[in-house]
């Protein structure tokens, strides 16, 4: 739960152990690791759908934790239900360019750095497999 070296914004730490269910480019993630680091989903007509449901879950995994629209970030968290089916209705309006920053999902690519090193060669990109609680 502690970050060392250079402090920057979206960054999660964990113990790394190695896990025999794992392919050799993925790394296991935590579920609430998952929850608070997102990706921003530009909205089209082929994920619409998709993305609906995941502004109706709001913070339950598989959800979203923000939406982006025209520039203002709406917190999910904090709407009701209802508040967040009608945000999800109007998830297609022409004229608007929406963004939703849903939780990071198995399949998901990530950088990770090896330890020691704080510098670009020690990035590697892994995929992502969510851990069960």
């Known amino acids: ?32 690791m998952a929850k608070k680091l997102t990706f921003p989903e530009p909205v089209n007509q082929y994920n619409s759908q998709r993305l609906k449901q995941y502004i109706i879950n709001g913070k339950e995994y598989p959800g979203a934790a923000y939406l982006e629209i025209d520039k203002r970030l709406v917190r999910l968290d904090l709407l009701s239900e209802e508040k967040r089916m009608s945000l999800a209705s109007d998830l297609l309006v022409n004229g608007q360019n929406k963004i939703v920053y849903r939780h ?26 969510v851990l069960p609680r």
């Open 1 to 32: 739960m502690k970050m060392m070296g250079k402090r920057v914004n979206y960054a999660a730490r964990s113990v790394i152990s190695p896990d025999p269910s794992l392919q050799t480019d993925e790394v296991g993630l935590p579920l609430f």
């Open 104 to 129: 990071l999902m198995t399949g998901d690519n990530v950088l990770f750095n090896r330890q020691p090193t704080l510098h670009k060669p020690g990035l590697m990109a892994h995929r992502i497999r």
